[in-house]
């Protein structure tokens, strides 16, 4: 069974940055995408960015020039960098997997979900 782990969140200042960490157990033969989204306080879930097996990354309007989308696949890992953070940035954030190529996050289905992790940022 696939199980998703993310880590890394945390409470930081404006501008500051954290990197998320989202470890993938059970897929051995992972083909398919890993993606973070998050969900703010009374909002829909927005997606952030995915990553396939080849390193091809894609990120959202919203943060690509804040984020960074990478992986480890030694580690099965897959990092999500936030820089130059902001409070609108404040949500829980999770990360998920498909066994297929999904383009955007918000254009497919994922069917395996980790718990989240919270980023809280302050002004």
């Known amino acids: 069974q696939v199980q998703l782990v993310e880590s890394g969140g945390g409470s930081v200042q404006t501008g500051g940055a954290l990197r998320l960490s989202c470890t993938v157990s059970g897929d051995n033969d992972h083909r398919g995408t890993v993606a973070w989204f998050r969900r703010a306080a009374g909002q829909g879930r927005e997606g952030l960015a995915r990553i396939y097996p080849s390193g091809n990354a894609f990120l959202a309007d919203s943060v690509k020039d804040r984020f960074t989308i990478s992986q480890d696949t030694a580690r099965k890992t897959v990092y999500l960098q936030m820089n130059t953070l902001k409070p609108e940035d404040t949500a829980m954030y999770y990360c998920?997997?498909?066994?297929?190529?999904?383009?955007?996050?918000?254009?497919?289905?994922?069917?395996?979900w980790g718990q989240g992790t919270q980023v809280t940022v302050s002004s």
């Open positions: 998920a997997s498909s066994p297929h190529l999904i383009p955007t996050p918000l254009s497919g289905e994922f069917e395996y």
